[in-house]
């Protein structure tokens, strides 16, 4: 064997084999949206003015989840006695079932940390590697893991590749047999964003955890834009660690957020910090992957505050919010489609995106733009640059109406 195996016949059988347990585990298949019948956009505080188009950074929650977490701060406060705190291990117990549940793994894999940065910190530093070994990592992971791999990389004498972004990709296998061509005998992880908080390019998760199964790398994949609007079946997917946000999609509380690690595969990653587990109800539970959340005092009011947000979701239905999230991003991308001198970056193949568009208009001044949409009209966006070129990013999630991204279009068209 090679350095540089010929991995594209293991990449062909890993995407169809990949594309069929997708299909197999979609809980979308045969499922008919049923709209929750109210005003979302209702459900918050969002300034009736604001535009707001970035649900991708932060999503607004809900007036419920908000007044949640202010009943439980005050009680907390008025009461923190230990006595009082010793319900908030059994709520963190019943969180990690729950959000288990969602992403069809168990409660013993799914540690309770503050965001999907630190949850990809956990993954990048907890792998034991030795100099000389390889990780894989895509150019549009979210800095964070980008930064703490280069560190690492720069104290142990690791090589890191950075792979380009194929964010104009036509095709999931196009995307997979890049991945499957930078793996050689000395890879020993893989690191990618589901969806890049970049282009919205959406990566063939259960293909390329094929590929990382067979050359025995452990596959991270970072959430962040994925998780609460997506449906996720984490062993379809064959993914060994995995990270999610509850601010973004999922409309929940700032600092709050998880790390799934396989089971079988948790004694190959090493938790970062080992301080008091505030939310242990057993100490054989560091033998789970609670063992990566001992990280000392933590903001227990906020358990009650996500699984609030959880009872929200629940309420409207997974299966709807995915589909609902789904047509407002192809709705969005068709009218951002029709503004004159607007490039749409990336494909709308529903393989090969997610939530996220990205606008390129060659020739102007973006930053310029988007400070005087901001200035004038409130419009909320972000700014994201590929291929040398500065974009425009739009997220609309399932609170945004067609008439708001009608006003968005006027507005592109006028600036």
């Known amino acids: 064997m090679t350095d540089r195996d010929d991995m ?8 169809l084999q990949g594309a069929a347990l997708a299909a197999a585990a979609s809980p979308l298949a045969g499922a008919a949206a049923a709209a929750p019948g109210v005003d979302l956009r209702r459900e918050l505080l969002l300034d009736p003015d604001l535009l707001y188009f970035n649900a991708a950074n932060i999503a607004p929650t809900f007036r419920s989840v908000i007044d949640t977490q202010e009943k439980e701060l005050r009680a907390f406060q ?3 006695s230990r006595e009082y705190r010793e319900k908030y291990p059994v709520a963190a117990d019943r969180l990690r ?11 013993e894999e799914i540690a309770l940390l503050r965001n999907s940065s630190e949850a990809n910190t956990v993954a990048v530093l907890g792998l034991d590697l030795k100099p000389g070994d390889e990780v894989i990592v895509a150019e549009h992971n979210h800095q964070s893991t980008l930064d703490s791999w280069k560190l690492r990389a720069r104290r142990e004498g690791l090589v890191v590749k950075v792979l380009p972004t194929p964010f104009a990709a036509t095709s999931p296998q196009q995307v997979a047999d890049d991945i499957a061509g930078a793996v050689t005998t000395r890879t020993r992880a893989i690191f990618l964003s589901h969806v890049t908080n970049v282009t919205g390019l959406a990566y063939p998760v259960a293909a390329i955890a094929q590929i990382a199964r067979s050359s025995g790398a452990w596959l991270h994949v970072d959430g962040a834009q994925t998780f609460g609007w997506m449906r996720l079946n984490l062993p379809a ?3 060994d660690s995995y ?7 999922m409309m929940g509380p700032l600092e709050a957020g998880l790390l799934y690690v396989r089971r079988d595969r948790q004694d190959r990653l090493n938790p970062t910090m080992l301080s008091h587990g505030y939310w242990l109800t057993d100490t054989r539970n560091l033998q789970t992957a609670q063992r990566y959340e001992i990280l000392g005092q933590r903001d227990d009011p906020k358990l009650e505050a996500v699984e609030a947000t959880l009872d929200r979701l629940d309420a409207l239905g997974e299966a709807w919010i995915e589909t609902e999230t789904r047509a407002k991003a192809a709705e969005m991308r068709g009218i951002l489609a029709g503004v004159p001198r607007a490039r749409i970056v990336g494909s709308g193949d529903p393989a090969l995106s997610g939530a996220i568009i990205t606008v390129a208009f060659p020739g102007r001044d973006i930053t310029a733009m988007r400070a005087k949409l901001w200035k004038e009209h409130k419009l909320a966006t972000a700014q994201a640059v590929a291929g ?3 974009l ?16 968005v279009a006027e507005l592109l068209a006028k600036a």
């Open 97 to 107: 079932a729950r959000l288990g549940k969602r992403l069809g793994v168990t409660g």
């Open 243 to 249: 990270a999610g946000s509850t601010h973004k999609w």
């Open 8 to 15: 594209t016949g293991v990449t062909r059988r890993a995407l």
């Open 78 to 80: 008025a009461n923190p």
């Open 388 to 390: 040398g070129d500065a």
């Open 237 to 239: 997917l064959g993914v």
């Open 392 to 407: 425009i990013r739009f997220s609309p999630h399932i609170y945004n109406s067609r008439a708001e991204m009608e006003r």
